[in-house]
C-alpha cells in the first residue's frame, strides 16, 4: 500500500514538484507512524559519496546489447549501500515476510516486491538506485571506473571469481551467500561492494525504458511504464539462478512491480542526489 502511493508520488512529480514532495513526505510520515521509528543508519554500510559524469551501456559487444547503448550520464552526490539488505532488517519492517526456519535472517531479501522494497526504502530514509546510479557503483565510481563487463574483468573466467551465479543445476541453499559473506577469494570492489554480480537481482527505481541519447542528470525514467504491455521495473546485477551474461554491469532486467520471486532482493541509495525529485 505505502509503496503504491510513493510510486504515485513519481507520477506527480512529473506534473508539479511541490505537490510530489509535499504528498511524500507525508507519505513517509504515515509510514514511520505505522511501523515505528527506522534502524540507526550506519555509516559503514555505504560506499564512499560517488558524484560525477559517467558513460553507462556496453562497452564491448556482448551479443545481445541492443538495449544496451552508450550515453552519459551526470549524477549528484550519492552512496551506495555495500550490502543488499538482509532479510533480518526487512523483518523488522514486515515480521511475516517468509519462514526464518527456512530463510535465514543473514540472506539477502528474496521474493520481495518492488513496492515493498520502495516502502523499506522510504522507511529508513534512503532510496532505490536508479538504474544509472547502481551500474556507476557497480563499475566502482569515482577515479576506478571500470568499463568491463564486471568489476574485475571480461568473460566467464572473470566473473567466476566474484559472483555467486552458480545456476539451476545446485541447490538454492547452496548457492545463496548471505548479504554481508563475501563471494570466497574475490577481488576487493572499488568501493567495497558485495554481491553487485550475481546472488540475488535488485530493484532499481526505474522502469524499464529505452536509454535516452543525449546526455541526461540523474535520470530517472519515465514517469509511466512506456509500454502497457511490458510494465517493468528495472532489475540489476544477476542471480543465483542466471547466467555469467546476466551478471554484466551494463545488463539490464525487468520484471513488474507487483512480482515476486526467489531471486530478487535490493540494495539501497543514501541519500537520494540533489535535484531528483526525492
Partial sequence: FYGALLALTEVLRFQDVGVAEDTRAAVVAAL???????PKIEASDWSQVIAGRF??????DAGDAGDETLHDVEL??????????SLGELRRFMSGHLKKEDYPDEWPVINVTWYEAQAYAAWVGAALPSEAQWEVAARGGGEDYRQ????????????SQVGHWIGTQRRFGATLLPARQPFPGAPEHPLGLLHVHGNVLEWCRDWYAPYPTVPTVDPTGPAAAPDPAASWRVLRGGSWNNSATSARSALRNGYRPSDRNLTVGFRLVFPQPVGAGF
Fill in 32 to 38: 514511520v507512524a505505522h511501523k515505528g521509528e527506522p
Fill in 55 to 60: 558513460t553507462v551501456g556496453c562497452f564491448r
Fill in 76 to 85: 549528484s552526490p550519492y552512496q551506495m549501500g555495500r550490502y543488499a539488505v
Fill in 148 to 159: 568491463t563487463a564486471y568489476y574485475n574483468g571480461n568473460g566467464e573466467e572473470s566473473l
